[in-house]
């Protein structure tokens, strides 16, 4: 069965950074695109990044452009988020997402001093 299992998320400062991981099992992993969303309290889930199957293509919501980098490593079924210069905003339940519709249970990000 399809699993996607987000880690990596937690409590940092303004300005701090952060790497979640989303290990995916149960499909063929490289074959699909993968992407990151978020939801932060009362407030609908965004997308924050896409990346494609091979990863040549990425995109990113406008909030996460130069400061946020998707990849994957396809060997390690593993997708990634590197997010840098985390602000107050970021602050949101984050969820890895496998384009045929198949969500994981989210890790908590928190930014605050």
């Known amino acids: 069965q399809v699993q996607l299992v987000e880690s990596g998320g937690g409590l940092v400062q303004p300005g701090g950074s952060l790497r979640l991981s989303c290990a995916a099992s149960?499909?063929?992993?490289?074959?699909?695109?993968m992407s990151w969303y978020r939801q932060a309290p009362g407030k609908e889930r965004e997308l924050v990044a896409r990346?494609?199957?091979?990863?040549?293509?990425?995109n990113y919501a406008d909030s996460a452009k130069g400061r946020f980098t998707i990849s994957r490593v396809d060997a390690k079924n593993t997708l990634y988020l590197q997010m840098n210069s985390l602000k107050p905003d970021d602050t949101a339940v984050y969820y890895c997402?496998?384009?045929?519709?198949?969500w994981g249970l989210g890790t908590q990000v928190t930014v605050s001093s």
């Open positions: 149960g499909f063929a992993f490289s074959r699909y695109s």
């Open positions: 990346i494609s199957s091979g990863g040549g293509i990425t």
């Open positions: 997402y496998v384009s045929f519709g198949s």
